[in-house]
C-alpha cells in the first residue's frame, strides 16, 4: 500500500494504546516488557520507591514520559523509522499533556486525592519534554490545582484551616515575586535570598525554614538566569511561578503531610545545589522521614530544562538546624 | 446514479471514471467538495445547483468511493456519534453506532483505502472512524507486522539493531 500521510499516521495512533504504541517503533518494542509489569513500571518510571499512592494510570503516563526521552535518543535512524518516532512522540506528548492538565483543572474523580508528589512529576515529565508553548497552560492549571487544593477542595482539606495564614502567605509570594522581578543584579537576589531566610526564621519553626530555604534558593536562582538574560520571558516566570507554588505550598502543609508527600533524595552535585554545605547534605537510608523532591531548574534562551534534583535532604530535615547553617546558603 | 437529473447534485467521478452523483447537502460533509463548489461558484458556472459539477478523484477506487457515498449518505440520517480520546472501550460498536462498526469491518486493503480517500475528500468524522479501525487493526500486531502494514522499509535494520541493542543494553539493567 501506499504511505499514509504523516498526518494520518499521527491520526491514527491518537487512537493507539501505549503498547501499541511502542510497538510500532523497533527501537521501542523492549519497553512492552515494562508495561507488563506494574511494579516494573513503576521502578523505571518513578524510582525505587513503590509505596506512594499514585494510580496505575499515572505509572503509565511517566513511564511514557520516560520513553519518550529514550525516543529522543532513538532519533537519527533515518527514513520512515524517524517519520514513527516523530508520530509517536508527538502523541505520547498530547497524552501525557492531557492526562497532566486535566486532573490538575478539575482535581476529578479519577485523582480525586492527586498528591503533593504526583503534581511534582507530572510537572518534571512535562516540562521535560514539552515545548515551551505548553508549559503556561500547565502552569496554570498547576496553579488552578494548587488553589484548589489549598482552599481545601483537594489533597489537603484538613490542614488548610486558616484563611487568614493562606493570605498572608499568597501575599508573600506575590511580594517576593515582585522582587525578584525587579531585581537588577545577582548580588540583589542573594540578599533577597538572605532576607527571605532570616523571615522564616524568625517566623516558623525549623522544619519549615529548611523547606523555605530550598524554595528560596530555587526561586532565586530562576531569578539570576532570567536576570543575567536581561529579559524576563513569560516561559522563565511560568517556571519560576511553578516551582515557587510547588515549594512554597507544602509549606502550609501539616508535617505529617509533608511525610507523606515524602521521596529519595540523594546528593547531587547539579549546580544549582553545589554550594550548600556538603555536611548537611548525607544520605541516610535508614532515615524516617523519608526523601523529598526538589527539582533543579536551568533556565537558557529559548530553552528549558528541569530535572529532578536528588539530595540528601532527609538528614536535612531531621537535623536540628540553626538559623546560622542557614545562612550561610546564600 | 438514478440522481442523475435531481436539482443539487455533485457527480462524484471514481479513478475508473464512474459517476457517482450525490446531492449537495449531502456531500458537503466532504470539505473538499465544499471547496470545489466554492472555486466553481467563483467561476460563475451557469448551474447555479451544481448539477454540471463533476469532481474527478483520481485516486479513490469505484468500490471504495462507493463505501464513501454509502458513508456520507447514511450520516445525513444518522450523524456518527464522534470518537473522543482516550478510549473509553475496545468495542467499536460502543464507540460509534453499530452501522459505522460493521462499516469499517472490511479487509486490511478496504481500509487504508477508506482511509486515503477520507483525507483525500477531507471527511473528517470517516477518518476518525476509519483511523479508529486501523488502530484496532494493528492493535496487538508485532513491530514487523507493524511495519509491513505501513510500508515502513527494513532498510539498514541491521544497522537500527546494533544501536537498539547497545541502548538496551544499558536501559534494560535499569528496568530491572
Not at chain 1, 482535581?107 to 503533593?116: E, I, K, L
Not at chain 1, 532570567?226 to 511560568?238: A, H, P
Not at chain 2, 450525490?22 to 470545489?36: D, F, G, R
Not at chain 2, 471504495?64 to 456519534?81: G, R
Request: net charge negative; with cysteine; aromatic share 8%.
Amino acid at each position: 500500500m501506499e504511505h499514509l500521510p504523516d498526518e494520518t499516521l499521527k491520526h491514527i495512533f491518537r487512537y493507539s494504546d501505549p503498547r501499541t504504541l511502542l510497538s510500532c517503533v523497533r527501537s521501542c518494542t523492549r519497553f512492552r516488557t515494562v508495561l507488563d509489569d506494574d511494579d516494573g513500571m513503576w521502578r523505571y518510571s518513578c524510582g525505587k520507591h513503590s509505596d506512594l499512592s499514585v494510580g496505575a494510570s499515572f505509572r503509565e503516563k511517566a513511564f511514557i514520559g520516560t520513553v519518550l526521552r529514550e525516543i529522543k535518543q532513538s532519533q537519527g535512524m533515518g527514513g520512515r523509522e524517524n517519520i514513527i518516532l516523530s508520530c509517536l512522540s508527538t502523541e505520547l506528548i498530547r497524552r501525557i499533556t492531557q492526562h497532566y492538565i486535566v486532573p490538575f483543572m478539575n482535581n476529578g474523580p479519577d485523582h480525586p486525592r492527586m498528591t503533593f508528589d504526583v503534581r511534582g512529576d507530572a510537572l518534571r515529565y512535562a516540562l521535560d519534554i514539552l515545548e515551551p508553548h505548553m508549559v503556561q497552560k500547565l502552569e496554570s492549571a498547576l496553579l488552578i490545582s494548587l488553589r484548589a487544593s489549598i482552599h481545601g477542595n483537594g489533597d489537603y482539606p484538613r490542614v488548610i484551616d486558616d484563611d487568614m495564614r493562606l493570605v498572608e502567605e499568597i501575599q508573600r509570594n506575590r511580594i517576593i515575586g515582585h522582587m525578584l522581578l525587579e531585581s537588577q543584579s545577582h548580588h540583589s537576589q542573594r540578599d533577597l535570598f538572605k532576607a527571605m531566610l532570616r523571615e522564616a526564621i524568625m517566623r516558623e519553626s525549623s522544619d519549615d525554614i529548611v523547606f523555605r530555604a530550598l524554595a528560596s534558593r530555587i526561586a532565586n536562582r530562576a531569578g539570576v538566569v532570567k536576570m543575567t538574560d536581561g529579559v524576563m520571558t513569560n516561559i522563565g516566570y511560568g517556571v519560576f511561578m511553578i516551582l515557587a507554588n510547588l515549594l512554597w505550598r507544602p509549606m502550609l502543609m501539616h508535617k505529617d503531610m509533608l511525610r507523606f508527600e515524602a521521596r529519595e533524595f540523594e546528593y547531587s552535585s547539579i549546580d544549582l545545589w553545589n554550594d550548600i554545605p556538603p555536611t548537611i547534605i548525607q544520605q541516610d537510608p535508614q532515615c524516617l522521614l523519608g526523601p523529598f523532591t526538589v527539582y533543579h531548574c536551568v533556565i537558557v534562551p529559548g530553552q528549558i530544562e528541569v530535572s529532578a534534583a536528588k539530595l540528601g535532604l532527609c538528614n536535612l530535615y531531621n537535623r536540628q538546624f540553626s538559623s546560622d547553617d542557614l545562612i550561610t546558603y546564600g | 446514479m438514478d440522481e442523475d437529473n435531481t436539482v443539487g447534485i455533485v457527480k462524484l467521478v471514481s479513478k475508473e471514471g464512474d459517476i457517482f452523483p450525490l446531492s449537495i447537502e449531502i456531500a458537503k460533509l466532504s470539505n473538499l467538495v465544499v471547496t470545489t463548489l466554492g472555486e466553481e461558484e467563483e467561476h460563475d458556472t451557469d448551474d447555479e445547483d451544481g448539477n454540471n459539477v463533476e469532481i474527478p478523484l483520481s485516486n479513490v477506487r469505484s468500490s471504495v468511493l462507493e463505501k464513501v457515498v454509502q458513508y456520507c449518505v447514511h450520516y445525513s440520517k444518522e450523524p456518527m456519534t464522534p470518537i473522543t480520546t482516550p478510549l473509553q472501550t475496545l468495542d467499536m460498536a460502543k464507540i460509534v453506532q453499530k452501522w459505522y462498526a460493521d462499516f469499517v469491518d472490511v479487509d486490511q486493503v478496504m481500509m487504508f483505502e477508506l482511509v486515503t480517500a477520507a483525507n483525500f475528500m477531507d471527511i473528517k468524522p470517516l477518518l476518525d472512524l476509519t483511523c479508529l479501525a486501523v488502530s484496532f487493526y494493528i492493535k496487538g500486531k508485532s513491530a514487523d507486522e507493524i511495519r509491513r502494514i505501513f510500508n515502513i522499509s527494513n532498510e539498514s535494520v541491521s544497522q537500527q539493531d546494533a544501536v537498539i541493542t547497545e541502548m538496551s543494553e544499558g536501559a534494560d539493567e535499569e528496568v530491572v
